[in-house]
């Protein structure tokens, strides 16, 4: 079946897409700013505007903007990118909120919404031992796949249910569902070579390799998610480098979206100026 990405119908491989990747830090974190940031860079050329999720950070970082509420300013801002969290911690958040917001952000955009998950991390600034939340990774991943089962199952807009370890849904028929059909992708975080997160992603859409080291492990990359799928037809690899780096290697190995690896403390007008540059084409 077709997936509704960027406004087009897609089956099998694409070229490679160039997503504007930000932290919605400190002078970043308006919503105002964020939207006319992916409005500067819809306008340059850019294929995708994704912003982090964070509830806190580690120093030098004080302020951090809501991702959800900057994102919903962002659809209504733009018209073609594609926009999402790159990547929410779903283990601290419900699955039905998500779901909920994602619908939401689908239906805003006209069908433009991809989520980004992963199970989070808490050296990123304390933002699960500060509230409370579990911090064995074994229990988080389990709680992610439980989510991730449950988002799905509501995005249909049938009854769903669900019986598991930490969450309980009873017979829900959630409404409006997404504009995509059959949903919004979704991407999981990982950073290679663990195999756990590899294997997780290739029951999804799309891969999204954190620090990815090189292009030649990307393309042994793609060969474990083949296999573990059968091919990669709809199947997106996802990679993050610094702005300015030649992304044609990455193309060859068979990445399908190039993002930019942008610091956590840099500033807003060095964002912006890569916004307005246009992507590496």
């Known amino acids: 079946m077709a997936r509704r990405t960027g406004g087009l119908d897609r089956v099998?491989?694409?070229?490679?897409?160039?997503?504007?990747?930000?932290?919605?830090f400190g002078g970043l974190g308006h919503p105002r700013r964020m939207a006319e940031l992916a409005a500067l860079a819809e306008e340059s050329g850019w294929d995708g505007v994704f912003v982090w999720d964070h509830i806190m950070y580690?120093?030098?970082?004080?302020?951090a903007g809501d991702p959800w509420i900057g994102l919903a300013a962002i659809a209504a801002a733009t018209e073609r990118v594609m926009l999402g969290p790159?990547?929410?911690?779903?283990?601290?958040?419900?699955?039905?909120?998500?779901?909920?917001?994602?619908?939401a952000l689908d239906?805003?955009?006209?069908?433009?919404?991809?989520?980004?998950?992963?199970?989070?991390?808490?050296?990123?600034?304390?933002?699960?031992?500060?509230?409370?939340?579990?911090?064995?990774?074994?229990?988080?991943?389990?709680?992610?796949?439980?989510?991730?089962?449950?988002?799905d199952g509501?995005?249909?807009?049938?009854?769903?249910?669900?019986?598991?370890a930490a969450y309980t849904v009873r017979d829900v028929t959630f409404l409006p569902r997404p504009v995509q059909r059959p949903r919004p992708?979704?991407?999981l975080a990982g950073r290679w070579p663990n195999q756990r997160p590899l294997r997780r992603a290739a029951r999804w859409d799309g891969y999204f390799l954190i620090e990815q080291p090189d292009a030649d492990s990307l393309a042994e990359v793609a060969d474990r998610i083949r296999q573990a799928r059968g091919n990669l037809d709809?199947?997106?690899?996802?990679?993050?480098?610094?702005?300015?780096?030649?992304?044609?290697?990455?193309?060859?190995?068979?990445?399908?979206?190039?993002?930019?690896?942008?610091?956590f403390d840099t500033t807003a007008d060095a964002v912006f100026?890569?916004?307005?540059?246009?992507?590496p084409r």
């Open 185 to 187: 992708p979704i991407w």
């Open 154 to 164: 509501l995005w249909t807009g049938n009854p769903h249910t669900h019986e598991g």
């Open 58 to 63: 580690r120093q030098p970082v004080t302020h």
């Open 273 to 279: 100026a890569a916004a307005r540059e246009g992507p």
């Open 12 to 24: 099998g491989p694409v070229t490679i897409r160039f997503g504007l990747d930000f932290p919605n």
């Open 234 to 263: 709809g199947f997106d690899l996802v990679i993050n480098q610094p702005y300015g780096t030649d992304p044609t290697p990455w193309a060859a190995a068979g990445a399908t979206w190039w993002l930019t690896k942008t610091p």
């Open 107 to 151: 239906e805003l955009s006209d069908g433009r919404f991809i989520l980004g998950a992963g199970l989070g991390l808490d050296r990123s600034g304390r933002e699960l031992s500060a509230f409370g939340e579990e911090l064995d990774d074994r229990e988080r991943a389990s709680m992610l796949d439980e989510a991730l089962a449950i988002i």
């Open 86 to 103: 790159m990547v929410t911690a779903l283990p601290r958040r419900r699955p039905q909120i998500v779901a909920r917001q994602a619908a």
